[in-house]
């Protein structure tokens, strides 16, 4: 395989992965994660490159160095707006820019690591994360949050959330606490809720206390307890009232139905596992279920979501078909 004997600077010149860091798939996501498992001795040299093309994104998007914290708040947006066509034209040229490009960012990007702490999560792996300041972050399967260092001290508390997370969030002495992702900010003094950013959109379902949105051009929103706010990239706020607890049960690997409809469900199984799942007969995915079933081993849940169903599950090279 050519990207075994790949050097930082060949991966960063790689099209294809530019494309993932900055545009992850599930399939993308396998191939990675197999050559790293298969080169281990790569595995070091591929999260520099990774972190090395996310840094260049950030200085082309906000290379005013006096504005770092608008820089900051925009990170997880830059990056998901990013067009995979650019790298698909990639030609020596732009090769060439990105290498300067490469070298101003690294100043940026050894200041912006030093503040910053980064965890990840790999398809269905889900972590919990103790923050100084006392609060607790659970991270859903392949999600990555980046915290700012010493947050206890801050006045301003913040993260960048790329992903799925379940916060509960400490007072502390007045100071906020502020969750980025690519289409709002949630902002909080103490309160426990669920924020997941996939799909090109964000969803917060508040289980305690008060959180305020802020989106694009709109006024604060404030939410209450049950309130869950969906916000598109057209920063457009849609709310519903439901059962928190039914949002937050993948910290138990458990998926509640919910009268959710089965394209809703297949999608959660696709995020945080990587299968994928086909159903022949398409108004399969308009059909809504109820009750709750485990997903700690996902075959068995597939068995059980099939029996539901009443269709045959067949296994294919990257998932399942239901038929």
């Not at 790949?6 to 191939?31: L, Q």
């Not at 706010?229 to 059962?243: C, L, P, Y």
């Not at 394209?263 to 199984?269: L, Y």
Request: hydrophobic content about 40%; overall charge neutral.
């Amino acid at each position: 395989m050519r990207y075994s004997i790949f050097t930082v600077e060949d991966f960063c010149k790689d099209a294809d992965f530019i494309k993932w860091a900055v545009s992850p798939t599930p399939d993308s996501d396998r191939f990675w994660r197999t050559f790293m498992e298969s080169n281990p001795h790569k595995t070091e040299e591929v999260q520099l490159a990774l972190e090395c093309v996310r840094a260049i994104q950030f200085a082309e998007a906000e290379p005013a160095e006096d504005d770092l914290l608008a820089l900051k708040r925009r990170i997880w947006k830059d990056v998901e707006t990013i067009r995979p066509v650019v790298y698909r034209r990639l030609n020596w040229a732009y090769l060439a820019a990105a290498s300067v490009i490469f070298i101003l960012a690294a100043g940026f990007w050894l200041t912006l690591q030093k503040s910053q702490l980064t965890y990840r999560t790999a398809y269905g792996e889900v972590r919990e994360i103790k923050l100084d300041d006392g609060s607790s972050v659970t991270l859903n399967a392949r999600s990555e949050i980046r915290i700012t260092e010493d947050i206890a001290n801050k006045k301003v508390r913040e993260v960048w959330l790329l992903g799925e997370a379940y916060f509960k969030i400490a007072k502390r002495n007045g100071a906020k606490f502020i969750v980025h992702t690519a289409e709002t900010q949630v902002e909080v003094l103490g309160t426990t809720f669920n924020v997941n950013t996939r799909r090109k959109q964000t969803r917060v379902v508040l289980a305690e206390g008060k959180v305020q949105l802020l989106s694009g051009n709109n006024p604060a929103l404030v939410m209450k307890p049950g309130d869950m706010a969906t916000i598109g990239k057209d920063s457009q706020v849609r709310f519903k009232r439901v059962q928190p607890n039914h949002y937050d049960s993948w910290k138990e690997s458990y998926i509640v139905m919910d009268d959710k409809p089965v394209s809703e469900i297949a999608e959660a199984i696709e995020d945080n596992y990587g299968i994928r799942l086909q159903f022949q007969d398409s108004s399969l995915l308009a059909k809504r279920l109820s009750g709750k079933l485990a997903t700690k081993n996902p075959e068995q849940f597939l068995e059980n979501l099939s029996t539901i169903l009443e269709r045959d599950l067949i296994k294919t090279g990257d998932g399942y078909i239901f038929r």
